[in-house]
């Protein structure tokens, strides 16, 4: 059984599913350097228009597997599992298509990390998620402060990372930090409707989308408004967006002789 599955179908929507179901799909070395490859994987599909992330067998991931981590406590160590998956979900946030974590039982620790990482989220109403490093006696090192800052806050941010909070699902939920809920057992079914409401729409203009959003996330607000004066044009004058006014105003006019004709 592989650790990381990547499947990309030819309806653009792709999973990547978490597959150590025996210890809650927690992630060894193997599956570390598994997740960066399938990653790269997506990198590497240019018909992938979105991206679920997901667990097998009712779980997310319950972050690293300390019975294999344990036995490797180096400061080195530590350096090398900081780097690949922080590489990994640093790429993850890179793709170009938007990325949804759909969310079932547990993302702890990394695991929330790789949620966090995700453009969007949907969670079952039974899920959790919890940064809770601390209760290690470590921090986050994979991105997911940060991620978590930008999305809720630093006084809320540091408050939960500081007191190993665990939320609930309603809790992600009020604190935006989840998209939507979904009974127990809906969380692939919901992140699959998600996703499908997005490919629905011209790839280009939605990857553009997605540059502006971050754009504005990591650079001076005039710069982030320049860079997303920059993509229209070519939008513009593209071929979908051309059809698409077509078919606008050819209903309008439509509309319009009916109106006269009555």
Known sequence: MHPIEVHIPDNGIGTLTLNRPSVRN???????????????????????????????????????????????????????????MGDALDRLEELP????????????????????ACDLRVMAESAILGL??????ICPAWGGGQRLMRLVGYARALAWLAAGRVLSAAETLACHLTNHLTPDGQALKGALELATSITRNDSSAVQAIKRILRAGLTLPSAEAAAAERSELPDLWAATAHLKASERFVSRKKQRVAVGVRR
């Open 132 to 137: 809770m490093h601390v209760r290690l006696a």
């Open 97 to 116: 298509c938007p990325t949804v974590a759909a969310i079932e039982g547990p993302a702890m620790g990394g695991g929330a990390e790789i949620a966090l």
């Open 26 to 84: 927690a992630l060894n070395w193997e599956a570390m350097y598994a997740f960066a490859e399938a990653v790269e994987v997506a990198h590497n599909s240019p018909d992938l228009q979105a991206l679920i992330v997901t667990g097998s067998e009712g779980a997310f991931c319950a972050g690293g597997d300390l019975y294999e981590l344990d036995r490797y406590p180096s400061r080195l160590d530590g350096v090398r599992l900081t780097t690949i």
